[in-house]
């Protein structure tokens, strides 16, 4: 099993519509970080969550952590075709440590 | 400042080859690490170096695969005798000195065993 497991696996959503996209670890987590990726590139940062109870926002993204339950949620509000690609969570498992792993990630499709 | 590097993007082996993926981390940043994407998977670690040092090769396989940070030029990761299974986007990412944990990804190397 994942130790970090991300739901949904994909998700279409019309254009201008909300989502949440879920990451659950069953280790502790030492940070969490969001990644998007487009199809054919590499990973480009989003967000880095390291306190429990911690939000950010990045224009229409916004995450959060749950410490305790050991989640965090990715929501984007009023979806664009641009929002459309891979998401990616990645955690800390050592404090300090700068090596990631990662969930298997949510495949975005937007519907015009 | 250009980003992370990595070459070549596309790499085309027939079974039993060499592959040779090479990363130029960011300017300044001096700790790179390796991940492996498979077809419909997520990223997996593979190895995490500094300069001259093998710092955690835990997700290395421990046969064929090995990779090196030298002093001078950028970081190399090697297959040999590349088999069907190798197939597979590899990413490079690299990290400043201080400690932060944000890692800046290469946009690929595609290798495709035939």
């Known amino acids: 099993s994942q130790e970090l497991e991300q739901s949904p696996q994909s998700l279409i959503v019309q254009e201008g519509k909300n989502l949440t996209i879920n990451c659950t670890s069953s280790?502790?987590?030492?940070?969490l970080y969001w990644y998007k990726q487009k199809y054919g590139e590499g990973l480009i940062f989003l967000m880095m969550?390291?306190?429990?109870?911690e939000e950010k926002s990045h224009e229409k993204i916004t995450a959060k952590l749950d410490e305790k339950k050991q989640q965090s949620s990715l929501h984007i509000t009023a979806s664009q075709p641009s929002h459309a690609g891979i998401y990616l969570c990645?955690?800390?498992?050592?404090?300090?440590?700068?090596?990631?792993?990662f969930g298997q990630g949510t495949r975005l499709t937007i519907n015009p | 400042n250009a980003g992370v590097m990595q070459n070549p993007r596309h790499l085309v082996r027939r079974r039993g080859q060499e592959a040779r993926l090479r990363c130029s981390p960011m300017?300044?940043?001096?700790?790179v690490y390796w991940y492996r994407q498979l077809p419909e998977e997520g990223l997996k670690f593979m190895v995490y170096?500094?300069?001259?040092?093998?710092?955690?090769e835990s997700g290395m396989p421990k046969e064929r695969f090995s990779a090196e940070f030298p002093k001078e030029g950028p970081s190399i990761l090697r297959i040999q005798q590349v088999v069907r299974g190798d197939s597979a986007a590899y990413f490079c990412?690299?990290?400043?000195?201080?400690?932060?944990?944000?890692?800046?990804f290469g946009a690929g190397s595609r290798l495709t065993v035939l």
């Open positions: 280790k502790t987590l030492y940070g």
């Open positions: 990645g955690a800390a498992r050592i404090q300090g440590a700068q090596k990631l792993v």
């Open positions: 300017k300044g940043h001096s700790h």
């Open positions: 990412a690299s990290s400043p000195d201080s400690g932060a944990n944000v890692l800046t």
């Open positions: 969550l390291q306190k429990g109870g």
């Open positions: 170096l500094q300069k001259e040092n093998i710092i955690d």
